[in-house]
C-alpha cells in the first residue's frame, strides 16, 4: 500500500512551474445551487463501487493527526487530494479515462514517467506525482490530476478544455504503488477538500458545500469500507494475480477438487470481523471462515475461503459465497458472489452418444455426435452500499 505523500514542491515541467497561480474571487464557497455556483464533474469515467472505489480523501487535520471530512481516517498525514483508486492492473491496460472536472485551460503537463517505476525500486521522489495535468478553472481553482498512464495524455498546455473532456486515463505513474488518479484542488494555493467546498485546513467539523456537481453526488457518497474484488476460482488466488486480472471470469468445473473465493478489501479497521460462507444449491453451507483483521487501514488485505469438493463432483446448480465485514456489531459490508455449474460433465447422461434418429438439442453444441454442454456462468453481483453522506 502506499505510504506516499502528495505535498507539492516549486517542480517545473514543461517549462511551467508546478504550483497554483495566485487565486482570483472569493475564498469562501458560493451558494450551493446549481445556478449560481461553480461545481465539479467526477474526474474518472467509473461507478463508485462498482469499478472504482475512494480509497483516500483529503487531510483536513492540520496536526500530525489525520481525518477525513467525515471526521474518520480514510486519509493519511499530509495528503492533499482524493485517491480514486480502480480495481487492478488489467482494468489500467485496457484504459479508463480521466475527465477535465470543469472547463479551464491547461497550464502545466508532464508525459514522459513510467507506469510502475516507484513500486519497482526506482527513485521517483522529484517527481512525486508522475504524469500529470494542471488546469485553471474560473474562480481562482486550479485543479491538478496526478499518476496518469504514460501515453495517454490528450492535451497540451494553453489548450482550453471543457468539463466532462478526457484528458488521459488513470495509471501509476509517479510514487504510486496501485493504479489510481491523486486529484488535487487548489485556491489561492490552499488545498481545497471538494467534499466540503473548504480548505482542507477547517476541519472536519464544518457545514459542508461540496464542490461536486448535483448530478456527480452519486459518486461522492461516503464510504466507509471497498472491496477492490471478488471471485471464485480453483486456483490459489494471490494479490499480484488479482491485480494481472488472471482469475476473472474462471469458475469451477464440477470435478474441480477445491475451489477458492476471494475477496480484496480496504479500509478495514483493527478489530473488524470477516466472515465468507459458501452455499451449496440447497442452500446448506459447505464452508465458512471468520477472522478478525489485524491491521492498518491503508493496507489491502486478501481474505480466502478454500472449500474441498463435498463429494464426487460438485452438484450441479447455483452456489452463492456470501462475504460480510462487521465493525462493532454493525455490518458494513454484503458483498455476494455467484457461480452457477449447470451441468455435471462426469454424468453418463450429458456425454451419452446419441442415436442417429435423435434429436441433436442444439446443433451449435454437438461435435461427432456428443453433446457438449456450455462453460459454466459466472455472476459477480455489485456489492452492497455501506455509504455515508
Given at each position: ?109 508532464r508525459a514522459d ?61 509517479g510514487e504510486a ?43 461522492t457518497e461516503y ?167
Open positions: 500500500m502506499t505510504t506516499h505523500h502528495h505535498i507539492l514542491r516549486p517542480l517545473t515541467i514543461t517549462g511551467v512551474l508546478l504550483l497554483a497561480s495566485p487565486a482570483l474571487g472569493q475564498d469562501l464557497p458560493i451558494p450551493y445551487t446549481e445556478e449560481d455556483r461553480f461545481a465539479f464533474d467526477f474526474p474518472v469515467a467509473c461507478t463508485v463501487g462498482k469499478d472504482c472505489i475512494v480509497q483516500n480523501y483529503v487531510d483536513v487535520d492540520p496536526s500530525r493527526r489525520f481525518r477525513d471530512y467525515n471526521c474518520k481516517g480514510l486519509t493519511y498525514d499530509g495528503h492533499r487530494g482524493t485517491d480514486i483508486r480502480i480495481p487492478s492492473l488489467s482494468d489500467m491496460r485496457k484504459g479508463i479515462d480521466v475527465l477535465a472536472v470543469a472547463d479551464g485551460r491547461v497550464t502545466a503537463i514517467q513510467e507506469d510502475g517505476a516507484y513500486r519497482n525500486g526506482a527513485n521517483v521522489s522529484d517527481k512525486p506525482c508522475g504524469n500529470a495535468i494542471i488546469v485553471q478553472h474560473e474562480n481562482g481553482y486550479v485543479t491538478q490530476y496526478c499518476h496518469l498512464k504514460k501515453d495517454s495524455l490528450r492535451v497540451v498546455r494553453r489548450q482550453q478544455v471543457a468539463a466532462g473532456q478526457k484528458i488521459a486515463e488513470v495509471g501509476m505513474s504503488t496501485f493504479p489510481h488518479l491523486h486529484f488535487e484542488v487548489r485556491k489561492n494555493e490552499n488545498a481545497v477538500d471538494p467534499y466540503t467546498g473548504l480548505r482542507a485546513s477547517e476541519g472536519c467539523d464544518v457545514v459542508r458545500e461540496p464542490l461536486w456537481k448535483i448530478v456527480a453526488l452519486p459518486q464510504v466507509r469500507a471497498n472491496v477492490l474484488n471478488s471471485g471464485i476460482t480453483t486456483e490459489t488466488p494471490t494479490a499480484a494475480g488479482i491485480e494481472e486480472g488472471l482469475y476473472a471470469g474462471k469458475v469451477p468445473a464440477p470435478e474441480s477438487t477445491r475451489i477458492n473465493i476471494y475477496v480484496r478489501t480496504v479500509g478495514l479497521r483493527n478489530g473488524d470481523i470477516e466472515e465468507i460462507t459458501l452455499l451449496g444449491p440447497d442452500g446448506t453451507a459447505l464452508a465458512q471462515k471468520q477472522a478478525r483483521y489485524d491491521g492498518s487501514t491503508q493496507n489491502d488485505n486478501l481474505f480466502i475461503l478454500g472449500a474441498p469438493i463435498p463429494g464426487e463432483t460438485w452438484q450441479v446448480g447455483a452456489y452463492e459465497a456470501i462475504y460480510t465485514m462487521v465493525r462493532y456489531g454493525t455490518p458494513l459490508v454484503d458483498e455476494r458472489i455467484r457461480v452457477n455449474i449447470p451441468f455435471d460433465y462426469t454424468s453418463p447422461t450429458n456425454n451419452a452418444v446419441m442415436s442417429e434418429d435423435q434429436d441433436d438439442p442444439d446443433p451449435t453444441d454437438s461435435t461427432d455426435g456428443f453433446y457438449i454442454p456450455p462453460p459454466p456462468t459466472f455472476d459477480k453481483t455489485l456489492p452492497s452500499s455501506n455509504r455515508e453522506q
